[in-house]
C-alpha cells in the first residue's frame, strides 16, 4: 500500500505541474516564417493564433495566391515550433516517472 500512496502523490503533483505548464503554454508564444520574412505568424503554445504580418508588396491582387501560401508556410513552421516546445515541457514534467515507452500525456 506504501508504494500506490506514493503513486497517488505522483500523479497528483504531476497534475499540478502539468497545469502550470500549460498555463505557461498559453502565455508563450513563437513565431513561423516565410518568404524570408515577408510573412510572420505569431501563435501561443496552444496553438492559438496571437498575430499575422505582411510585407505590404504581397497585398497586390496578383500575389493573392503567393501570399496564401506564404500564409499557410508561415503558419505550419510556428506550429510545428509551438509543438516541439510543448513537447520538451511535457517531457520534463515525465522526467523519472516509470511510464511504460510510447505513453503519451496529457491523456
Known amino acids: 500500500m506504501k508504494n500506490l500512496g506514493q503513486m497517488l502523490k505522483q500523479a497528483q503533483e504531476m497534475q499540478e505541474r502539468m497545469a502550470t505548464i ?46 496564401e501560401d506564404l500564409i499557410k508556410a508561415a503558419h505550419a513552421d510556428a506550429k510545428a515550433k509551438a509543438a516541439r516546445e510543448s513537447q520538451e515541457k511535457m517531457q520534463s514534467l515525465t522526467a523519472g516517472l516509470p511510464l511504460p515507452p510510447g505513453f503519451k500525456l496529457p491523456f
Not at 29 to 35: C, I, K, N
Not at 56 to 63: G, N
Request: hydrophobic share 40%; charged share 20%; no cysteine.
Open 22 to 67: 500549460q498555463a505557461e503554454l498559453e502565455q508563450h508564444e513563437v513565431q513561423g516564417s516565410a518568404g524570408g520574412g515577408m510573412v510572420i505568424v505569431t501563435l501561443n503554445g496552444k496553438g492559438d493564433l496571437r498575430g499575422l504580418r505582411m510585407d505590404p508588396s504581397l497585398l497586390a491582387p496578383s500575389e493573392a495566391e503567393v501570399l
